[in-house]
């Protein structure tokens, strides 16, 4: 149990469907984040929220929208994906936004796997 | 630009020897390092951080190596069990709000 937990596990959808990733944590942190874990690549930042709040975009395509309600649950909504999206797609939180450092750690969920057919 | 790899991307040890993962940064700036270990269908999960004013931390079996000079960090792993075998990452911060990943050693561990 990591404090994040992310919903669902496993997705299969077309490239037509909508759908979304649910992400909540209960660490009483204040900045929630999405990465996306590609096979043979590094971990790449796609959204950062603080306070409910995003602070970053790292030029995501706008077929994936995120949505932040509140400071515990953090939504990543799916539109006419490509297959070349199909991977990880991590959720995670931090104390507080800004830079990482010690006290304010970044902890991920288990992980959305997402496949495009 | 910046960017943060490991020297190997797999790493075979025996049931109970040490094992050493090491990674280069080459942005001199970064102040902050964090390893994470991710087994098998898993997230990242949080093993050891280390400050830039640092040159060695301490964990439960493991150690954490940062030298600054020549901008390598390493993870050491005491009496490896086959439960460490994993993706071992290091990610830097110091140039912005985001963690910036290494590619990942795969740990394999015989008994």
């Known amino acids: 149990e990591t404090g994040v937990t992310q919903t669902p596990r496993h997705l299969v959808m077309g490239m037509t469907n909508k759908k979304s990733l649910k992400c909540e944590q209960h660490?009483?942190?204040?900045?929630m984040y999405w990465y996306k874990q590609s096979a043979k690549k590094p971990l790449e930042l796609m959204f950062v929220?603080?306070?409910?709040?995003?602070?970053e975009n790292n030029s995501v395509p706008s077929r994936f929208s995120p949505e932040c309600p509140n400071s515990s649950h953090l939504f990543l909504h799916l539109h006419t994906l490509q297959p070349e999206d199909s991977a990880l797609y991590l959720c995670?939180?931090?104390?507080?936004?800004?830079?990482?450092?010690?006290?304010?750690?970044?902890?991920f969920g288990e992980g959305s796997w997402l496949t495009v057919v | 630009g910046e960017s943060v790899g490991l020297h190997l991307p797999t790493l075979s040890v025996q049931e109970g020897d040490n094992s050493i993962i090491n990674c280069a940064y080459s942005?001199?700036?970064?102040?902050?390092f964090i390893w994470y270990k991710q087994e098998s269908g898993k997230g990242p999960q949080f093993i050891i951080d280390?400050?830039?004013?640092?040159d060695k931390r301490q964990g439960q079996r493991v150690t954490v190596l940062l030298n600054k000079t020549v901008k390598h960090l390493s993870l050491q792993i005491a009496a490896t069990q086959p439960g460490d075998s994993a993706v071992y990452f290091c990610?830097?911060?110091?140039?912005?709000?985001?963690?910036?990943f290494g590619k990942g050693t795969t740990l394999s561990v015989s008994s």
């Open positions: 995670a939180s931090s104390q507080r936004g800004g830079m990482p450092n010690s006290g304010n750690t970044i902890y």
């Open positions: 660490l009483g942190h204040n900045a």
């Open positions: 929220y603080n306070f409910k709040e995003q602070t």
């Open positions: 942005n001199s700036a970064s102040d902050y």
């Open positions: 280390i400050r830039s004013n640092m």
């Open positions: 990610a830097e911060s110091g140039a912005g709000t985001a963690l910036i």
